[in-house]
């Protein structure tokens, strides 16, 4: 079976518009859905911009109708009160996605989860969400969807919101007081977790599985944090701040606007972020360095 038509929920996001660029230029038909199409007028030259509530399932279907596959990228880092966002754009945004597809015959699902993804108590809402999500998609899928999971560790590429963040946060003065600065992360490339989806859309050996995907480095926060000060040209002390302060950190930064850091986010920072099992390998993507691709990537950051 050729999956030649493609709509991408939650395709006007960061990776979502490295996919969008990327599926366009490999002969593949895009149909981005998003709640607001009017903010994302530069998709049109690369794919068709629907908008849709994909809440509402008929207006999900109707979206879905005429595509091959589907590619479910909506994920949300900070949610409102008592945790209902994750929980609606992670589980019950995908319940709606599955029966969509269900409907109107789109037989291949890609869902994009996260690393460390599950439901276990203690971990924060975000990844027990993104775990819930992940299981839905897998298990109602069946048996007539192909469904294929992928859990990157932090995306890094042009326009990320990881490496750009810190290269903001270095332009206010004085030192840096960094919470949870020994958690080690293995940066992944855009284009390699790119590559990784547009593989394994054709590909029967994906179908039902799901894929860790990490860089081929492993830092710590603060090795990355000075990494970016040192190609912004930003240099500044950087302090270690102890667990209390890092809990009381988040209670207070969840109340500033763009929520830089939340009790969530604190929660999700006490797991490693790094693969046992990196699943570029099934892929033959050998992983792009972000140590090399820095001095690229921040050239503009630093004015
Ligand atoms: N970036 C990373 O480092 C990273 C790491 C691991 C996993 N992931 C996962 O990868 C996916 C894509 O990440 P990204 O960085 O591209 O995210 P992004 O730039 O924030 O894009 C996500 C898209 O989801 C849609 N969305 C956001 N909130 C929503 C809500 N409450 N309900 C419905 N749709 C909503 C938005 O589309 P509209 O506003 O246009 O509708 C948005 O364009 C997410 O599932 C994320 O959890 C990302």
């Known amino acids: ?15 979502g518009g490295h996919l969008t660029h990327h599926l366009r230029n490999n002969g ?4 981005v859905l998003t709640r607001r199409a009017f903010r994302h007028s530069a998709l049109r ?8 509530d994909p809440y509402m399932p008929l207006e999900l279907a109707a979206a879905l109708e005429g595509c091959d596959a589907a590619i479910n ?21 995908t319940e709606n996605v599955v029966e969509a597809c269900h409907q109107v015959g789109v037989r291949r699902l890609l869902h994009m989860s996260a690393l460390h993804a599950d439901q276990a108590m203690g971990s924060s809402e975000y990844l027990r969400s993104k775990g819930e999500g992940e299981n839905r998609a897998h298990t109602l899928g069946k048996p007539d969807i192909a469904v294929t999971s992928f859990r990157p560790s932090v995306i890094f590429g042009p326009g990320d919101s990881f490496l750009n963040r810190f290269a903001a946060l270095l332009k206010i003065p004085g030192p840096m007081p960094l919470a949870c600065w020994d958690t080690r992360f293995s940066p992944v490339y855009v284009g390699d977790v790119v590559a990784a989806f547009t593989r394994a859309l054709p590909d029967r050996k994906t179908f039902g599985r799901r894929y860790d995907l990490c860089g081929p480095e492993t830092f710590t926060l603060e090795e990355i944090v000075r990494l970016v000060a040192l190609h912004t040209g930003r240099h500044k002390g950087v302090i270690h701040l102890p667990d209390w302060a890092a809990r009381l950190q988040a209670q207070v930064l969840q109340y500033v606007p763009g929520k830089p850091f939340t009790p969530d986010n604190y929660l999700s920072l006490q797991t490693d972020s790094v693969c046992s099992d990196n699943g570029l390998d099934n892929f033959g ?4 360095s972000m140590k090399a691709l820095l001095p690229e990537l921040l050239s503009k950051a630093g004015s």
């Open 285 to 288: 993507i050998s992983g792009t």
């Open 45 to 52: 030259l690369s794919a068709e911009v629907r908008e849709v």
């Open 73 to 93: 990228l909506v994920g949300v880092l900070h949610a409102g009160p008592k945790g209902q966002d994750f929980r609606s754009a992670h589980v019950r945004l």
């Open 28 to 31: 593949y038909q895009c149909r």
């Open 1 to 15: 079976m050729k999956y030649q038509r493609i709509a991408l929920i939650g395709g006007s996001g960061f990776v």
